[in-house]
């Protein structure tokens, strides 16, 4: 079974701190996704990575970055963490270069900014 | 650019009832269709996907959904659910040769004993 894991099941930072969300996967997947989840807005994408040190800005990356050193490894940061960044964040994989493979999904972040 | 309407934000439903969640999607496009579950406090799980061929596809769970190209429909339909399909159903649409998805806002499914 393919594995998402995400180091965080809950967080709570203060406004201002520099918060690290770091998402692994095991199974050797070239894409590596984040999304934030908010009630009513459903699932939006913050950033991907098709590749080791790749990244694209998916539809919201204002306040984010990204890092993928490593090909299991794709970490989220918030520079200054802002309450309105309080949310549920979703970390996914994919292996192929077209959508026809299945997205796979971590359990979740829930960040709250204080 | 690709959208999903997910016309129901919360369906409630009777134990061993029938249930419809509908989606809706616009492209101008071809497009990949899927539609993923989300149980409480866990991640996204592929319910199933349209990709091509049959318009009727099934999914895990007795799960199906039926392609209807002409309305640009993908509902995702049960003959009789049971308690332990209480979850949120997420419609997700993705540009052929694109990389990533679109997701609808989704569907809070409740069932009732």
């Known amino acids: 079974d393919v594995k998402v894991t995400q180091s965080s099941r809950y967080l709570v930072k203060r406004t201002g701190e520099k918060v690290f969300l770091e998402c692994v996967q095991d199974?050797?997947?070239?894409?590596m996704f984040w999304y934030r989840q908010d009630p009513g807005l459903g699932l939006r994408l913050i950033y991907f990575?098709?590749?080791?040190?790749?990244?694209e800005k998916g539809d919201i990356p204002e306040g984010y970055s990204v890092s993928r050193e490593k090909k299991e490894r794709f970490s989220l940061i918030l520079e200054s963490a802002s309450t309105n960044q309080t949310s549920m964040y979703l970390c996914?994989?994919?292996?192929?270069?077209?959508?026809?493979?299945?997205?796979?999904f971590g359990p979740g972040t829930r960040l709250t900014v204080l | 650019a690709q959208s999903v309407t997910q016309l129901d934000s919360q369906v409630p439903v009777f134990e061993e009832a029938p249930v419809e969640l509908r989606c809706n999607y616009s492209?101008?496009?071809?497009?990949?269709l899927f539609w993923y579950v989300q149980y409480p406090n866990q991640g996204l799980q592929l319910l199933l996907k349209?990709?091509?061929?049959?318009?009727l596809v099934k999914g895990i769970n007795g799960f199906e959904a039926e392609f209807n190209k002409s309305q640009t429909s993908f509902h995702l339909r049960k003959p009789s659910v049971h308690i332990s399909d209480t979850a949120e159903y997420f419609c997700?649409?993705?540009?052929?040769?694109?990389?990533?998805?679109?997701f609808g806002t989704g569907t809070r499914l409740t069932v009732i004993p």
């Open positions: 199974m050797d997947h070239e894409n």
């Open positions: 990575s098709y590749d080791v040190k790749m990244k």
């Open positions: 997700a649409v993705s540009k052929t040769g694109a990389n990533n998805l679109f």
């Open positions: 349209y990709l091509s061929g049959s318009t």
């Open positions: 492209s101008s496009v071809s497009v990949y």
């Open positions: 996914a994989s994919r292996t192929g270069t077209g959508m026809t493979d299945t997205q796979y």
